[in-house]
């Protein structure tokens, strides 16, 4: 994947494109830095590991930025982050989600807010590549109560 980014930099130098290379340079140097404090290179699990840690790193920027009326640099971390998605699994829907966790729901027998870490515990396995943690909390705590 790393070779990926750095095809993918190459390009945006050569089309003169500062934003592609801004974002690409970071999340590359995110992926670096790993692999140098590991001393080998990175397998695919620890590198999609660390774009998603990145991707919510990025989130959480935008919502800080926004808040703070900071539109120009909120543009700038939603443009890193949509170069950074390209790279991670496909994100399920919400309704998606929402019927998994009903489905586990049943078939695990929880009924109330006590059983939410059970019911946690089985859906971040099923879940983990392809869905944002916060979202299924929410959703497993409305279910729930």
């Known amino acids: 994947m790393l070779n990926q980014l750095q095809d993918e930099l190459k390009k945006a130098v050569k089309s003169k494109d500062r934003a592609s290379m801004t974002g690409l340079r970071?999340?590359?140097g995110k992926l670096k830095t790993s692999q140098i404090d590991k001393g080998e290179p990175?397998?695919?699990?620890?590198?999609l590991k660390i774009l998603k840690s990145a991707s919510k790193q990025l989130k959480e920027s935008v919502e800080q930025y926004q808040k703070g009326d900071?539109?120009?640099l909120a543009e700038k971390e939603l443009f890193e982050?949509?170069?950074?998605?390209k790279y991670l699994p496909e994100q399920l829907s919400e309704v998606e989600i929402r019927k998994i966790?009903?489905?586990?729901?049943?078939?695990?027998?929880?009924?109330?807010?006590?059983?939410?870490?059970?019911v946690m515990g089985i859906l971040m396995k099923e879940l983990a590549?392809?869905?944002?943690?916060?979202l299924?909390?929410?959703i497993v705590q409305k279910e729930l109560s």
Do not use: C, H, P, Y
């Open 101 to 118: 966790i009903i489905k586990t729901i049943q078939t695990s027998g929880a009924e109330s807010m006590q059983d939410m870490g059970r």
């Open 81 to 85: 982050l949509s170069l950074l998605e």
């Open 129 to 134: 590549d392809s869905a944002d943690g916060r």
């Open 136 to 138: 299924v909390q929410q």
């Open 42 to 47: 990175l397998t695919k699990d620890e590198t």
């Open 26 to 28: 970071n999340i590359i």
């Open 70 to 72: 900071r539109d120009d």
